[in-house]
Every structure is written in C-alpha cells, then in structure tokens.
T-cell receptor, first 114, second 115 residues
Framework: LAKTTQPISMDSYEGQEVNITCSHNNIATNDYITWYQQFPSQGPRFIIQGYKTKVTNEVASLFIPADRKSSTLSLPRVSLSDTAVYYCLVGDMSDQTGANNLFFGTGTRLTVIP | SAVISQKPSRDICQRGTSLTIQCQVDSQVTMMFWYRQQPGQSLTLIATANQGSEATYESGFVIDKFPISRPNLTFSTLTVSNMSPEDSSIYLC????????????FGSGTQLSVL
C-alpha cells in the first residue's frame, strides 16, 4: 500500500497558480494517483486522476514525472472558493476489492487569501 | 457519478445511547464504505460493506461498536453504539465509481456530537 506525503498547509493569493505536491516513493506498477477536494461540512469530491505524464480537466492539471514517485496537482488562478483540503491517494486499479484506493493521508489545507 | 444521501445530517446524542446513520445511493453499487472524520483530521476508513455478507472492519473498529447493515445494493446503515464523547465526529458514507477509475463518491456526512 503506497503511502503518501503532502504538505500540511499552503497559502496563496487569489489569481495565482497553486501547485500541491504529493510524494509516493513506493508506488507500484498498477497504482493510479487520485486527488480529492474537501470543503468544510462536505464529503471529499473527486478532482482528477492519472497514471503518468500529464492529465488535465476543467478543474485542474496533474503532473506525474517518469519515475512516478511524486505527483503535482496544479490549480490555475485560484479563487477564494478553492479554499479546501486536498487529498492525494494512490491505489491499485487492478485490485478488484478496491482496498488500495480507500486510505486518505493527512491532506493539504489550502487557504486562498484575497 | 453516484448521488448519495445521508441521514441524519447532524445529531446531538447523550452518552450511552446509539445512533443509526442511513446511506442511500441512487444506483446499485457493489461496495459501500463508511468513514469517520474526527475534528480537524483526515478520513479514517471504518469498514467496507458488501451486500449479502458481513462488513469488513479496519483495525481499531469492531462490529459491536459499529454494526453495519447492507440489505440491498443501494442502502446501508452504520450504527454508533454506546456512544461516548470520543465518538463525536463526522461519519461519511462512500461508494466506488462503477466505471473505470475507482473514484470514490461521498455523501455530505453526519455530524455527530455526543454529550
């Protein structure tokens, strides 16, 4: 089970690009990287998922280097509403029980400042 | 994506009592997951509930304290038994995306306060 390490907290001004890095040194061949966002009083919400290189959707981009031992969630031009906790999870897509995708690390508390 | 409804959204309970939390999904799912999130902390997996079989509990959680039912493919309940103030947390129900990707979808949670 690949363990993840993220910064506990980050601050950013509105309009800036924010990059949150997650370390997963013992990531396995079948592991995918998934990021979630959690606002206060809500359950986590899926943001983006990737295996290698770069993935982009309407919310964020995910950069994964060739060795896959880390990944970076990039949020373009953040606004106050992006203030939330961001979690990185690593798990085996071939594991039919889904067990490896279920364990959340500490997460990164992002605070966007006006 | 799955839509998950949890009830109650919040409750205040007395020590020694029990509370049953309901989780309803708008589609059939194989597995449902129950999490606990203590104040200011990350999510901790309590158990995995498969329809037709007993739930699988993670280390530190036992069936007597957190009995789970899974009567069909769209519904599950988690009971927090014999509550103490240490059980004050947010309890979250989750399901896995039925397509490729193993993404998790969450309910909005149940905020439990035990006096």
């Amino acid at each position: 089970l690949a363990k993840t390490t993220q910064p506990i907290s980050m601050d950013s001004y509105e309009g800036q690009e924010v990059n949150i890095t997650c370390s997963h040194n013992n990531i396995a061949t079948n592991d995918y990287i998934t990021w979630y966002q959690q606002f206060p009083s809500q359950g986590p919400r899926f943001i983006i998922q990737g295996y290698k290189t770069k993935v982009t959707n309407e919310v964020a981009s995910l950069f994964i280097p060739a060795d896959r031992k880390s990944s970076t969630l990039s949020l373009p031009r953040v606004s106050l509403s992006d203030t939330a906790v961001y979690y990185c999870l690593v798990g085996d897509m071939s594991d039919q029980t889904g067990a490896n995708n279920l364990f959340f690390g500490t997460g990164t508390r992002l605070t966007v400042i006006p | 994506s799955a839509v998950i409804s949890q009830k109650p959204s919040r409750d205040i309970c007395q020590r020694g009592t029990s509370l049953t939390i309901q989780c309803q999904v708008d589609s059939q799912v194989t597995m449902m997951f129950w999490y606990r999130q203590q104040p200011g902390q990350s999510l901790t997996l309590i158990a995995t509930a498969n329809q037709g079989s007993e739930a699988t509990y993670e280390s530190g959680f036992v069936i007597d304290k957190f009995p789970i039912s899974r009567p069909n493919l769209t519904f599950s309940t988690l009971t927090v038994s014999n509550m103490s103030p240490e059980d004050s947390s947010i309890y979250l129900c989750s399901v896995e995306d039925q397509g490729f990707g193993k993404k998790l979808f969450f309910g909005s949670g149940t905020q439990l306060s035990v006096l």
